[in-house]
């Protein structure tokens, strides 16, 4: 198993690229075999990600940009199951996505970022084979977007309000009343069972202390819950 070191910097100098994500591979260096287009809209169901980013913008006239993005994360050791992935669909690239400060293991990441690509080639595979989870109402969302910006809608300010207000209905919907679990949280926590035993046990504790002058040494025990 794979381990990466820990970093006591974090530092970049100017101009540097930023060393979280590497590479990028593309489908012209991949030579695997497509998947079951099923079992891929399942695993995007579970690990897939629409995230829209409004960020401000120097050369448009309203002062923002809307950016897009698609993408699936997982450990390096998995890449494999990603490039299958961007067969299957026909586009994106991969990134290596080192987490070396934290000093964890290194992932993964497939992104889709080309609203064109998104449009022509992500948009038509969910269409064809849909997701079934809650992630379904992301992408409906995540798909008007995307069109809304090929239509050149968000650069007008009552289009970027109406993308706007998309954008918090999706994060309403990833919102879940406790902490959502990564992969990222899952390989680094502790071996399935360690944790509910460790919270659930009883203590006792059994501590000598000195004999009186008269009778039988006494030797407390403690009860109670960790």
């Known amino acids: 198993m794979q381990e990466v070191s820990r970093v006591h910097s974090t530092k970049r100098k100017p101009f540097e690229r930023n060393p979280a994500l590497k590479g990028p591979i593309g489908k012209e260096q991949i030579h695997r075999q497509k998947l079951n287009p099923h079992y891929v809209a399942g695993f995007i169901d579970g690990e897939g990600s629409f995230s829209i980013s409004i960020v401000k913008h120097k050369t448009t006239k309203s002062g923002f940009d809307v950016r897009p993005e698609f993408e699936i994360e997982v450990r390096k050791d998995d890449q494999e199951i990603l490039e299958r992935i961007l067969i299957t669909i026909g586009c994106g690239k991969i990134f290596d996505c080192s987490y070396e400060r934290y000093g964890w293991f290194p992932h993964a990441k497939y992104k889709i970022t080309s609203n064109k690509n998104l449009k022509d080639y992500l948009f038509p595979f969910l269409d ?99």
Not at 141 to 147: A, E, N, P, S
């Open 128 to 226: 064809r084979y849909p997701l079934q989870a809650k992630k379904a109402l992301m992408y409906k969302r995540f798909k008007i977007i995307v069109l809304m910006i090929l239509n050149k809608k968000h650069l007008k300010p009552r289009g970027l309000e109406k993308i706007s207000k998309i954008r918090d209905e999706m994060r309403a919907l990833g919102k879940k009343h406790e902490p959502m679990e990564t992969a990222r949280v899952r390989e680094n926590r502790l071996p399935s069972g360690v944790g509910t035993f460790a919270s659930n046990c009883i203590c006792i504790q059994i501590l000598p202390v000195k004999p009186r002058k008269l009778g039988v040494p006494e030797v407390p025990i403690y009860w109670g819950r960790r």
